[in-house]
């Protein structure tokens, strides 16, 4: 089926359409109406704010907002429209009037047909930022060269263990035991991976009444709740508290003894909360509450609009690639023959490997890297690159380096691999590093890989299905995230630089929107905050630095360091930063960067002023509780304002000062 008219997606039915119509037909002011100067007469019309006002006073409408969404509803269906443009229905003094009061067969004038109002006008808004200066993505590096020839790791194969009651519950939520697939019927949509940016898609589609199939190979909530966000958070969790108590003589509390970290229960622990949260990304959810039928088994295109699952062919009008990324193994000699740890293997230990080894030095390997030097393992990085998160700006990068020192992590930079080899058949692992002719060697009882993340894209079928993609980039995309097949679309990190579960999801509602609604949302205009969860945290939104300068674009910076914080001095941080770029000669936030013990938390504050519009000047006028981290932040923007008094006015203030004396 490829019905592109969008009346299957239709919501309300015919008779309650009609409904409606009479209802605030009934209850609307209908009369001539004067506007303009000189004035003109529209016939027969009612004013939009007024229309609203009596809809909630009646009980049409729960509250003004639903009024508006009800409003559009009736205007798209061509019950009434603006009296003079394609304009959607609004809370406001504007003028519509009934189809039904004036000639039929004609629209409106300077309107040449109903598409410039859309059904995902009253989906709900994706904010953007985007203003003067275009869009505030920053410039990420592409990912290297290198990584298209890297291997990629067989989902299916991985397992999850131990097998105790809690991983015996996450798989009965996430991969039940004895899955029946359903009968497949034409779907609308159809979605191929149950990570966030699948479910966010399925649960999405089937909530706007769209008959919605969703098919996961693995497990479902994908990279996040299995081996991703959810796991690593738990474990680093334990690694502050384990930080906190060695550190606690700082503060005067002495601990007699002593102190030792029970790994095993850290794992527990993490499972026993993986599976706790497990239910929302559930089989019996998706299937059971939501209406969505779930397939479980690998998805395979056999068409431009069917797919293949568990000998099943599902048709579709429109499809989501959702299918993720998998760590990316790189091509190091003896690394294949030897073990090791990925994020997909790492939370299924038990035992604490005493001297670990990780290869990588982004966001991932730098937390993990964390977690385990402080559960008690002593933890060496090597990297061939020359400093630790990359991405980030190396003032921000220094300081997590800084701390992970002081945890006793140690670091090898711009090292070249020379090869790994396996010295017993579960490890120890040795690896062998190339220093200008001469071998240098590092043992570990584990050894993490931590290299980068490699798109989900071969063995998809995507050549049958008319999608371009590239081993190293992705499934290509548009704006609307559309791929080269104008019926599928690709979201999450499959699909984009960005690959951050917050990222997934918001790519996964804008899908919903463009592919459903005849949505013109651009995935440019989209503000994305991040942030890395060592300690201290690294958090960032807007423009870097970098791209300002790179981009011509002037700015003037704000930085406050925590130590001169009230709230950093009592509580004893010497390092982390707000930093805050704007644009220079306006009150308009580009980015910033946090680096700080919620620094994750904190950059809300700046991403929701960015995206409001709001200035730093204004942000200043914010009150802030005392003493808190945050108030870094408002004293930048006193910073700001500050430096906005020009010498004319610093004048005439301290003339007017002197008279009053
Ligand atoms: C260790 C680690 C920590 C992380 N921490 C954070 C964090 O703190 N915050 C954050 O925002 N992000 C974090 N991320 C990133 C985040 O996990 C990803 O950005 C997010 O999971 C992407 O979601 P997705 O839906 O694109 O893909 P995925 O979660 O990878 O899901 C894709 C799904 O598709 C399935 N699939 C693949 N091929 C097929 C097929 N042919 N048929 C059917 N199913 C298929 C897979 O089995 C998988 O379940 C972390 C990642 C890792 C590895």
Redesign the pocket.
């Known amino acids: 089926m490829n019905n592109n008219s969008g009346d299957d997606q239709v919501l309300l039915k015919s008779n309650d359409l009609k409904e409606l119509r009479s209802s605030l037909r009934a209850i609307v002011d209908l009369r001539d109406r004067q506007y303009g100067f000189p004035a003109k007469t529209y016939e027969s019309c009612f004013v939009g704010s007024e229309a609203v006002a009596q809809m909630v006073a009646k009980g049409l409408a729960a509250d003004e907002d639903d009024a508006v969404r009800l409003g559009n509803v009736l205007l798209h269906a061509g019950i009434f429209h603006h009296v003079q443009r394609a304009h959607a229905f609004k809370n406001d003094y504007l003028f519509y009037r009934f189809a039904s009061d004036e000639d039929h067969g004609r629209l409106p004038d300077g309107v040449a047909d109903g598409s410039s109002v859309r059904w995902s006008d009253f989906l709900g808004i994706l904010t953007s930022a985007k203003g003067g200066e275009g869009s505030l993505q920053p410039t990420l590096p592409e990912p290297d060269a290198e990584l298209a020839s890297m291997d990629q790791i067989d989902?299916e194969t991985i397992g999850v263990s131990p097998l105790d009651e809690h991983n015996a519950r996450l798989l009965d939520n996430v991969h039940p035991k004895k899955w029946l697939n359903p009968q497949p019927k034409p779907y609308n949509l159809v979605v191929?991976?149950?990570?966030?940016?699948?479910?966010?898609s399925a649960a999405g589609a089937a909530g706007v009444g769209a008959r919605v199939a969703l098919?996961?190979?693995?497990?479902?909530?994908?990279?996040?709740?299995?081996?991703?966000?959810v796991?690593?958070?738990a474990l680093l969790r334990c690694a502050k508290a384990a930080a906190e108590v060695r550190d606690a003589g700082r503060f005067g509390v002495r601990i007699k003894g002593e102190i030792s970290v029970d790994f095993a229960y850290v794992m527990e622990r993490m499972r026993r909360l993986r599976a706790q949260i497990s239910p929302v990304d559930s089989a019996q959810r998706y299937s059971g509450q939501l209406g969505v039928d779930l397939f479980i088994?690998?998805?395979?295109f056999t068409g431009k609009n069917s797919i293949e699952?568990g000998g099943k062919t599902l048709s579709f009008a429109k499809a989501v690639i959702?299918?993720?990324?998998?760590?990316a193994i790189p091509n190091i000699p003896g690394l294949a023959d030897s073990p090791y740890l990925t994020?997909?293997s790492?939370f299924n230990l038990t035992e604490l490997p005493k001297r670990f080894g990780v290869i990588g030095a982004g966001?991932?390997g730098m937390?993990?890297a964390q977690a385990f030097q402080r559960l008690g393992a002593q933890v060496t990085v090597l990297s061939r690159d020359g400093q630790i998160l990359p991405k980030e700006e190396p003032e921000a990068a220094a300081i997590v380096k800084e701390s992970m020192i002081r945890d006793g992590v140690a670091f090898a930079f711009n090292v070249t691999f020379k090869r790994i080899e396996s010295v017993g058949e579960k490890g120890p692992v040795r690896v062998v590093l190339d220093e200008g002719g001469r071998e240098r060697t590092f043992e570990f009882d584990a050894l993490l890989i931590?290299t980068g993340?490699k798109p989900?894209v071969t063995?998809?079928g995507l050549e049958q299905a008319g999608v371009e993609f590239d081993a190293r980039l992705g499934v290509t995309v548009n704006e609307r995230l559309q791929t080269t097949n104008a019926d599928i679309y690709a979201?999450?990190?499959?699909?984009?630089k960005?690959?951050?579960?917050?990222?997934?999801d918001f790519?996964?509602r804008m899908v919903i929107k463009n592919a459903l609604f005849f949505g013109r949302d651009k995935v440019s205009d989209l503000l994305i905050p991040?942030?890395?969860?060592t300690d201290p945290e690294v958090a960032h939104v807007g423009l870097y630095e970098k791209d300002l300068t790179d981009r011509n674009i002037p700015f003037a910076t704000f930085t406050r360091e925590f130590s001169d914080v009230d709230r950093g001095i009592v509580d004893g941080i010497a390092a982390g930063y707000v930093k805050i770029h704007v644009a220079k000669g306006k009150d308009r936030i580009l980015g910033a960067t946090i680096v700080g013990s919620h620094a994750g938390d904190m950059i809300s504050e700046i991403t929701v002023a960015m995206q409001a519009g709001m200035g730093l000047g204004r942000l200043a006028g914010v009150i802030h509780p005392y003493p808190t981290a945050a108030e870094a932040i408002r004293q930048c923007g006193d910073a700001y304002n500050r430096g906005r008094l020009t010498p004319a006015v610093k004048s005439i203030f301290h003339n007017l000062m002197a008279l009053r004396r």
């Open positions: 989902l191929i991976g149950a990570g966030a940016g699948g479910l966010v098919i996961e190979a693995h497990l479902l909530g994908g990279d996040c709740l299995n081996v991703g966000c796991p690593s958070k088994g690998k998805g395979i699952v959702a299918t993720g990324g998998t760590a994020n997909n790492i966001p991932i937390e993990l931590a993340r989900a063995g998809l979201v999450g990190d499959v699909a984009g960005y690959q951050f579960t917050h990222m997934a790519m996964a991040w942030a890395t969860y």
